[in-house]
């Protein structure tokens, strides 16, 4: 071990404190998470390709399966349907995934959820959330598990919320959570490992800022600084390394902590505005003193006084902290978002009893009987006999030496010149069955039992009907086998929602001045979002059906058609409204006539 003064780190009286419980509390939580990675990272190689990395042993060795194999002179081929049916449950949700949308609770706020909609989904976009949000469904149905992460900043040359797929490898939480809407979550956190760079211009406010946090990490890139520290510190030794350790040599570790935290405060009332408050207790003697001035108000007044009613409670909050390898605590606070939580929206399936077990998990047997059936296949046919030539010895002759025959043996139209004798048994040929018996039935009993389980067959899976099957049929097959994943996806549709409502949050709390929004693709015009307006307001979120559906397009035309030649609705409405393939230019061409319209009227008006 290195010698190393860690004495002045533990009583450095700096611009950093140091808190080493909130650091042990966290690194309990990430400990009680390696089950969960585990079984993570097994589901993803059987997943993408890796599908013989379990451990077996033999003679007393523990080997990979794939090298076990080698060792008894196989191949380890492999079939991979588990990805086949990954895709099958992708294509699934995002064919019947649906557009959000926001709706405020007051009916005379109805524009102002459609502003909101409109300004969400122009957000939506920036993020390219159809693209995260497949990755995201993926990720569940690989490891049951989804982090998103909600954060206002600045992210590709602009400020605003921005949302981010967290690798579950750097996430830690409760892990005596049992709420499967994990209502119940103390502690929530994720690693970091940055340039030194990107991290002093996060953290760093002064000049001595900076030479304090040069100096702690120049210590925290040695695994021995940290393992002595801690070893001095607290009971933890060689498990806290890996938890403070950045993956790659010449990064930064940063643990980023919320903790549920708990305060006494007031509870207020303010009659006068009608307004409900939460405030310190330190600001008692100020809530008195203003009581006071309404009363000698009313006083001269003669009407009743509207006091500010308080009383005390304990309330439950939102913590957080930026911490080094050695407890220093770079950045800390309350929760700076206006819904007043914590930045992440997660999903663990199906969490009961606090346990997760993906769709993968659930198939991972069937696939191992089908490659290890592919695998005795392939040695049962280079074992076997294969057109062996039995020929006597004694029909061999100096004109047809053993050459020749083997030459002639396995040449088109060969031919075997040789003295028949009738003692002596003829050539011949032998050949055996390559196949073990009942080898392709276990197989394909393997593959059904695949499909039983995921719930995913055919018919999902985009597979020519059999000969005889009407279309109807077909389409209450795909419809039956889409009814075993609406857990699935209504698992993560909570999640998304989830996700939505601290975007719309954000928004509310950090979109402050007005500003266009326009979507690429719509027809709804130039919008603009009025902060003054939205700010207060109270939305609750819908999924509807999504407008870039086939089906869904295919429908609103037709209707808009009819309302068209029944003279309901003009050919701009027309063409504003639906979704045509020529309707944009279209659209252009008109507005510019009309433009050109009023401008020659306006020239007539003024001649005149």
């Not at 585990?38 to 990395?53: I, M, V």
């Not at 191949?75 to 019947?96: A, C, H, M, W």
């Amino acid at each position: 071990m290195s010698e190393l003064k860690i004495d002045s780190i533990t009583e450095q009286k700096g611009t950093f404190p140091v808190n080493l419980k909130a650091l042990y509390k966290a690194q309990a939580s990430w400990e009680s998470g390696r089950k969960l990675r585990e079984q993570r990272l097994r589901c993803l190689r059987y997943t993408y390709g890796d599908q013989y990395s379990d451990l077996v042993t033999y003679d007393g060795k523990t080997t990979r399966e794939d090298e076990y194999i080698y060792d008894q002179g196989g191949v380890p081929l492999q079939t991979n349907l588990i990805r086949r049916l990954v895709r099958s449950v992708l294509g699934e949700y995002k064919k019947n995934a649906g557009d959000m949308i926001c709706i405020a609770r007051d009916r005379d706020e109805q524009s102002l959820g459609e502003m909101m909609t409109i300004t969400m989904q122009a957000n939506r976009k920036i993020n390219k959330m159809n693209l995260l949000e497949l990755r995201a469904m993926e990720e569940l149905t690989v490891s049951g598990t989804v982090f998103l992460k909600e954060e206002w900043g600045w992210q590709n040359n602009q400020m605003d919320t921005w949302t981010s797929i967290i690798n579950p490898n750097n996430i830690f939480f409760d892990g005596v959570m049992q709420d499967p809407r994990h209502w119940d979550l103390s502690i929530i956190g994720q690693i970091h490992d940055m340039e030194f760079g990107v991290l002093a211009s996060t953290f760093c406010k002064t000049k001595k800022d900076y030479d304090e946090i040069a100096q702690i990490y120049r210590l925290a890139r040695d695994k021995e600084n940290i393992f002595d520290f801690h070893e001095k510190n607290s009971k933890y030794t060689q498990e806290i390394i890996d938890f403070l350790t950045p993956s790659t040599t010449g990064l930064c570790r940063v643990v980023e902590i919320w903790t549920m935290e708990q305060k006494q405060r007031f509870r207020c009332h303010d009659r006068a505005i009608g307004e409900y408050y939460i405030d310190e207790i330190s600001n008692e003697g100020e809530i008195i003193k203003e009581n006071n001035r309404r009363k000698r108000q009313a006083k001269i007044t003669g009407v009743e006084p509207k006091l500010i009613e308080y009383e005390w409670y304990i309330d439950n909050y939102w913590y957080y902290r930026f911490m080094t390898p050695f407890g220093h605590i770079l950045m800390e606070g309350e929760s700076p978002y206006g819904h007043k939580s914590h930045p992440f929206s997660l999903i663990l399936h199906p969490f009961i009893d606090g346990k997760v077990q993906s769709f993968v998990a659930d198939i991972i047997d069937q696939q191992k009987y089908i490659n290890r059936g592919i695998v005795l296949n392939d040695m049962a046919i280079r074992a076997s006999i294969k057109g062996l030539m039995m020929f006597p010895e004694q029909l061999l002759s100096d004109d047809m030496p053993i050459e020749t025959l083997t030459k002639n043996f396995a040449r088109m139209n060969g031919m075997i010149i040789y003295k028949h004798n009738p003692n002596i048994p003829m050539p011949q040929q032998i050949k055996a069955n390559s196949v073990p018996a009942g080898m392709n039935e276990l197989v394909m009993m393997q593959m059904q039992a695949m499909e039983n389980i995921s719930g995913v067959h055919g018919a999902m899976q985009g597979r020519q009907a059999n000969a005889g099957v009407s279309g109807v049929l077909y389409a209450q097959q795909q419809q039956n086998a889409a009814t075993t994943l609406i857990d699935l996806t209504e698992s993560f549709q909570s999640l998304i929602e989830d996700n939505t409502i601290k975007k719309v949050k954000n928004i509310q709390q950090f979109y402050t001045e007005e500003r266009n929004i326009v979507i690429a693709g719509k027809k709804s015009g130039l919008r603009k979002y009025m902060p003054n307006q939205a700010k207060e307001v109270q939305y609750d979120l819908s999924i509807t059906e999504s407008t870039t559906n086939p089906s869904y397009r295919l429908v609103a035309n037709e209707y808009l058609l009819k309302f068209w030649e029944a003279g309901q609705i003009t050919l701009q409405q027309l063409l504003e409204t639906g979704q045509f393939p020529f309707g944009e230019e279209l659209l252009q061409v008109l507005t510019a006539d009309d433009e050109q319209n009023q401008d020659a009227q306006q020239a007539q008006m003024q001649q005149g």
